[in-house]
Nanobody
């Protein structure tokens, strides 16, 4: 079984930066596309960014130019560098991974709070 653990969340002032990490552990054969999602209170979970195994990326319009997704396949780890943070970025951030056989694994989430 594969586990995903996020870290790096916290409280930051508007305009600040945070770097989230998502580490996969367990019995890993091959992790395909990975992604970051977020869910704010009272709202649906939404896509933030995705990255394929070869490094192709996709971003939500709301974070383009501010967030950068990356991954280290050797370490089974994914990152999200978040710059110029805004109060509307406040949410619980979840990582997601396609671990094969049609299985998409979720992490437990990490809270990001941006104060104005």
């Amino acid at each position: 079984q594969v586990q995903l653990v996020e870290s790096g969340g916290g409280l930051v002032q508007a305009g600040g930066s945070l770097r989230l990490s998502c580490a996969a552990s367990g019995i890993i054969f091959r992790i395909n596309t990975m992604g970051w999602y977020r869910q704010a209170p009272g709202k649906q979970r939404e896509l933030v960014a995705t990255i394929t195994r070869s490094g192709s990326t996709n971003y939500a319009d709301s974070v383009k130019g501010r967030f950068t997704i990356s991954r280290d396949n050797a370490e089974n780890t994914m990152y999200l560098q978040m710059n110029s943070l805004k109060p509307e970025d406040t949410a619980v951030y979840y990582c997601n991974a396609d671990i094969g056989l049609g299985i998409y694994q979720w992490g437990q989430g990490t809270q990001v709070t941006v104060s104005s």
